[in-house]
C-alpha cells in the first residue's frame, strides 16, 4: 500500500450529503440507482451507485452518505455521474453505504 501525506488527504473533497430522490438504472451493466445528493452549498449532484442488494429506494431517501465530489464527472452509459458514493464491500461483495449516524450540515467536509 502506498502511503499518502496530509496534503494529499486534504486535496479529497469527502463530504456529507442528504439523499433526495432515487431512480432506477436499468441500463447500468450491474443492478444500481441513479442518486441526487444535496451537498448544501457544493449543489445538488448525482452519481450511480450498485446498492441495490441491501437497500430500496424508499429507505435511502433522506440519508446522509459520504461523497467524493472533487473527482471528475463520469459517463456511465448516457449518465453522468458528478460524485462517488462511498462505501464498503461485505462478506458477500454487497456495498454498505458510508452513512452518518448523527446529522450534520450538507457539505461538511470529513475531518
Known amino acids: 500500500m502506498e502511503e499518502i501525506n496530509w496534503d494529499d ?3 479529497v473533497q469527502l463530504r456529507a450529503g442528504t439523499i ?3 431512480l ?3 441500463e447500468a451493466r450491474k443492478p444500481a ?3 441526487k445528493v444535496d451537498f448544501g452549498e457544493f449543489g445538488v449532484k448525482w452519481s450511480s451507485a450498485q ?3 441491501l437497500y430500496t429506494a424508499d429507505e435511502l431517501i433522506g440519508e446522509q452518505v459520504v461523497g467524493v465530489i472533487n473527482f471528475r464527472k463520469k459517463q456511465i452509459g448516457r449518465f453522468m455521474s458528478e460524485f462517488l ?3 464498503f464491500e461485505d462478506e458477500q461483495g454487497a456495498i454498505v453505504l458510508t452513512t452518518l449516524k448523527g446529522r450534520v450540515p450538507n457539505g461538511k467536509k470529513m475531518c
Open 85 to 87: 458514493v462511498t462505501g
Open 24 to 26: 432506477a438504472f436499468p
Open 51 to 53: 446498492i441495490t442488494t
Open 20 to 22: 433526495l430522490e432515487v
Open 33 to 35: 440507482y441513479k442518486l
Open 9 to 11: 488527504f486534504e486535496k
